[in-house]
């Protein structure tokens, strides 16, 4: 995406290898206009009890014309120290956040991060105080719980500014959770004899090899236990059926994988197709 900016108003060119949607607020007067010329105002929604804007966004260029240059630039300016946590549950890691008042007068807030259900972070809120062009970075404690799953997961974070009249301003940053080097994903899908079949895929991308006891816990009915060892750079699939799998379409199956050295949990969970 490039933002195109000038005293009054800015530009916002975007796309995306995938069709998805943008939701951030760009101004009152901020405008959709495809490459055939035809302008299509922004929906305003609620999230989180914030008003933003939907854009949909894809392959095919779109541009936002009548954008707010200040609230674009301070968003913009808005990093995270590392988009991974790799801290064992229950653990604290630092979330590092950088940004900049972009503004020649001086800029006075709060920031805090609304995190899932599954984290803990502390404090609920910090203050800032900014001259125009100065940068500032805060840093808050994430606690992952023993129940958070490994992914990727899409964090606001919201800046309330002190300006006239006050402005609330969010934006969404992708913060991956898990291990450095693995991946575990699990692949569900109902046989011709009505189990289920849910196979447990674990990538090894380290050069250390990896032992796990990995519990799976069906949506009804009791866990199963299996032992599984993924040698170094290597990939390996698991497999366990289970009875009455039409039943389980459309819940919840989840998977926990335990090291065995070092008693790392990784968490994982998927809703069952067939």
């Known amino acids: 995406n490039q933002v195109y900016i000038n005293a009054k108003r800015a530009v916002v060119l975007m796309w995306a290898d995938e069709v998805t949607e943008e939701l951030a607020y760009f101004g009152d007067g901020a405008r959709m206009v495809d490459v055939w010329g035809r302008v299509t105002p922004l929906q305003t929604v609620k999230v989180g009890g914030q008003l933003v804007q939907r854009v949909p966004i894809g392959p095919e260029p779109v541009f936002l014309i009548g954008c707010d240059p200040a609230v674009l630039a301070f968003r913009m300016s808005v990093e995270l120290g590392s988009d991974r946590l790799d801290s064992p549950l229950g653990r604290?890691?630092?979330?590092?956040?950088?940004?900049?008042?972009?503004?020649?007068?001086?800029?006075?807030?709060?920031?805090?991060?609304?995190?899932?259900?599954?984290?803990?972070?502390?404090?609920?809120?910090?203050?800032?105080?900014?001259?125009?062009?100065?940068?500032?970075?805060?840093?808050?404690?994430?606690?992952?719980?023993?129940?958070?799953?490994?992914?990727?997961?899409?964090?606001?974070?919201?800046?309330?500014?002190?300006?006239?009249?006050?402005?609330?301003?969010?934006?969404?940053?992708?913060?991956?959770?898990?291990?450095?080097?693995?991946?575990?994903?699990?692949?569900?899908?109902?046989?011709?004899d009505g189990r289920l079949r849910a196979e447990l895929v674990i990538n090894n991308k380290t050069t250390t090899p990896r032992l796990y006891d990995c519990f799976y816990f069906p949506p009804a009915g009791s866990f199963e236990q299996q032992q599984v060892a993924v040698p170094a750079g290597k990939e390996v699939r698991r497999g366990i059926n289970f009875r009455d799998g039409a039943e389980m379409i459309g819940k919840r199956f989840r998977v926990r994988a335990v090291e065995q050295r070092n008693k790392r949990v990784m968490n994982y969970g998927v809703t069952i197709t067939r």
């Open 92 to 192: 604290k890691e630092v979330m590092k956040i950088a940004f900049t008042n972009p503004m020649r007068e001086s800029l006075i807030g709060q920031v805090r991060v609304i995190p899932p259900r599954s984290w803990r972070v502390t404090p609920p809120k910090k203050s800032w105080r900014l001259l125009g062009g100065q940068d500032a970075e805060v840093d808050f404690q994430v606690v992952l719980s023993n129940t958070a799953d490994i992914g990727e997961y899409e964090v606001e974070i919201q800046f309330a500014l002190e300006t006239n009249p006050p402005e609330i301003v969010s934006v969404y940053r992708k913060v991956r959770v898990g291990p450095v080097g693995i991946d575990m994903t699990i692949e569900t899908r109902l046989l011709s």
